[in-house]
C-alpha cells in the first residue's frame, strides 16, 4: 500500500506479478509503480526494458520578504527505459540504464496548501544511467 503525498493518489494499492513466459522471458509487475521483460543474459546479465511511474517531493525554504516559510515542488514522471544488470560478485551489480522521462506536470505549492503557486510543464527529455550497488542481504 502507498501512502506517498507525492504520488497522484494519495493512498492506493500495489499488485505485484512475477510470471515466467518461457525459460528465458519473466514478466515483472508492480502495478501502478512499473512492469518489465527481463531477460537472463551471458550467465550472470540480466536485460530489462519496460516502464516505471516515479514522484518526487522537494521541500524549499526561501527565507525572503514577502515569502512565507516552507514551499514544497513536486514532479510525476513515466520513465521508459532499457536497462542492464550485471553481478560482479555476490554482493556487487554493475548497472547501466537509458531511455526517455515524460514529466506529467510539476508544481510548487505553500505546505500543507491545495493552492497552486506555479505550474510547471516539460518536455520528454533523454536520460543514461551507470552505477555500482552494494546488496547487503544477498549471501
Not at 84 to 111: A, C, D, P
Request: glycine share 8%.
Amino acid at each position: 500500500l502507498n501512502t506517498s503525498p507525492t504520488a497522484i493518489f494519495f493512498i492506493h494499492p500495489i499488485f505485484s506479478l512475477e510470471h515466467k513466459l518461457n525459460d528465458k522471458w519473466t514478466l515483472d509487475l508492480a502495478f501502478p509503480k512499473y512492469g518489465y521483460i527481463r531477460k537472463d543474459i551471458f550467465g550472470n546479465g540480466r536485460l530489462s526494458a519496460g516502464i516505471r511511474y516515479e514522484s518526487e517531493l522537494f521541500f524549499t525554504y526561501p527565507k525572503q520578504t514577502g515569502f512565507m516559510d516552507t514551499y514544497t515542488y513536486n514532479r510525476n514522471e513515466i520513465r521508459i527505459e532499457l536497462m542492464y544488470e550485471h553481478h560482479l560478485s555476490q554482493k556487487f551489480i554493475f548497472t547501466i540504464r537509458g531511455g526517455g522521462v515524460n514529466t506529467f506536470w510539476g508544481q510548487m505549492k505553500v505546505k500543507n496548501s491545495s493552492d497552486k503557486l506555479i505550474k510547471t510543464p516539460q518536455d520528454m527529455n533523454m536520460f543514461f544511467n551507470v552505477g555500482v550497488s552494494y546488496n547487503l542481504i544477498r549471501k
